[in-house]
């Protein structure tokens, strides 16, 4: 066959392929049922945590309906939640009615179907749970993002002197006997916490009243929040009475976010002198100053670091070598200096934090409650949804699907590399919105995305300047990985 042949093949197919893309999809029924009320709900939460697990729970239903897009309850429910029935959006395209404010509403959805009570964070509704039409949406949101900006300059050097205590202690846990370990997630929890109080206030909460002990009052005051999500190994019977059926009784944690708010309070006066001026009361954004921070950034750290080592550990060494000759490089080449620019131009450093994001994303259920009537398309097929309706993401399933991402399910750490890898950003959607898009006080995206994928780089950046490889065992923990640094191969050369 000759080439103009084949080229003309290839154009017809294309032009085919094209046609039946812009073709309508087919309407069809959601399937799937939310069965007997209560006792239905009960099996799907079962399954959910115990018999199935998270991803076969949705598994399972893909292949019984033949459909990405389905009815099910989600967990909590009784007695927690006093509507568990939702539409399941498993695959990219139909995933994305849930960034679409115009269409659903978020209004008290970010952990589901059930609330915590506003006694955790002082009675306000805080602006995770605000709906982008509620006034006070805006001024919060704002409030965040002019703290971000003023606080740029200060995030490299703060993030490098108090990570470098980490490695230090990880280096010295090693070094204490032979086959000695390193529990990652537990020195990442005590850093992490004094990093973000520095970096966003300037002031280490270790040099406060706090002491050490802000980590385990943070951590405390989230479980008590985020506990109906969870399961931990415990007798299923003792988890299903004290964990998903019941709320735990906010005056548990009252004392540890009473200590909190005292070190916010007093270390956030500029910000809340913003706040002010943006029409705020310091009291509100001070609540709000502390969810953003421990719920939302200390939360999303506990996850996301361990998150990076995990897919590293797991990868071939050979990534390892070309991480650490494009940071050392780079970094030579700016004078030893780690800037911002400099990061900038690290592209296989960004590729790894993105694809990190992409297969283990910080918060991976989305929810949404249709504002009116619509219709939903995933691949396949068109949905009605009715006015209020929830939607349900499980985002996992959306950042990995098959149809957008070529080997969807596995850790490609140069995915994200070049022309056709910066096209696939718009399908990373860790952020609450596509990674192509900015945060803006109309949308629920992140006010914190880019600051969240600096500091990814940044932990990358710190640890292979000074290691050329490692090992570690991984596992779970609660809502992500556990890693335990079980070797350090010291850096042996600077480029």
């Known amino acids: 066959m000759s080439s103009s042949s084949c080229k003309i093949m290839i154009q017809a197919v294309a032009a085919g392929a094209a046609q039946e893309s812009s073709l309508p999809l087919p309407v069809k029924e959601i399937p799937g049922s939310y069965g007997i009320p209560f006792l239905s709900s009960i099996r799907d939460r079962l399954d959910f945590y115990y018999f199935q697990g998270q ?152 040099s406060t009243n706090l002491g050490t002990n802000g980590p385990s009052k943070a951590t405390k005051w989230l479980f008590f929040q985020l506990c109906p999500l969870m399961t931990l190994g415990l007798p299923k019977i003792l988890e299903e009475l004290f964990l998903h059926t019941f709320p735990l009784p906010p005056f548990l944690a009252k004392s540890d976010y009473k200590a909190l708010y005292a070190y916010f309070s007093s270390s956030t006066a500029p910000v809340l002198d913003t706040a002010e001026k943006l029409g705020l009361s310091r009291e509100e954004a001070c609540h709000n100053l502390l969810f953003a921070t421990i719920f939302n950034s200390y939360g999303g750290f506990k996850v996301l670091f361990p998150g990076i080592l995990k897919w590293l550990a797991l990868a071939d060494p050979n990534l390892h070598s070309q991480l650490a000759k494009e940071i050392r490089s780079v970094v030579q080449a700016e004078g030893g200096k780690v800037t911002l620019a400099a990061i900038e131009k690290m592209e296989l450093t960004k590729s790894v934090v993105y694809e990190a994001l992409r297969m283990d994303p910080p918060v991976k259920f989305q929810y949404g409650k249709a504002k009116h009537d619509l219709v939903i398309e995933s691949h396949d097929a068109a949905y009605k949804v009715s006015k209020g309706e929830m939607i349900f993401g499980y985002q996992p399933f959306a950042t990995k699907d098959t149809r957008v991402f070529e080997n969807g399910d596995k850790f490609v750490g140069d995915r994200f590399v070049g022309e056709q890898g910066k096209k696939l950003l718009k399908h990373v959607l860790w952020s609450n919105g596509h990674e192509t898009e900015s945060p803006t006080v109309e949308n629920k995206q992140c006010a914190g995305k880019d600051f969240v994928v600096l500091i990814g780089r940044l932990l990358l950046v710190e640890f292979f300047l000074r290691y050329d490889t490692f090992t570690a065992e991984v596992g779970t923990l609660l809502l992500g990985a556990q890693v335990t640094i079980t070797s350090l191969t010291k850096a042996t050369s600077f480029i």
């Open 55 to 206: 991803d076969d729970f949705f598994k399972t239903r893909i292949e019984k309906y033949s459909s990405t897009v389905f009815r099910v309850n989600m967990p909590p429910g009784p007695f927690m939640a006093h509507d568990p029935r939702v539409i399941a959006v498993l695959d990219a395209k139909s995933f994305d009615v849930l960034f679409d404010v115009s269409k659903v509403e978020k209004r008290n959805v970010l952990c589901g179907t059930y609330m915590p009570s506003t006694s955790f964070t002082g009675g306000y509704r805080v602006c995770a749970y605000l709906d982008p039409s509620e006034p006070t949406h805006a001024k919060i949101k704002q409030l965040l993002v002019t703290l971000l900006a003023s606080r740029k300059f200060y995030v490299i050097p703060s993030f490098r002197s108090i990570y470098s205590s980490l490695f230090q202690t990880m280096e010295s846990q090693l070094a204490a006997s032979l086959g000695a370990k390193s529990d990652f997630n537990k020195l990442n929890d005590e850093t992490a916490f004094d990093f973000l109080g520095d970096a966003f206030f300037g002031v280490s909460p270790s």
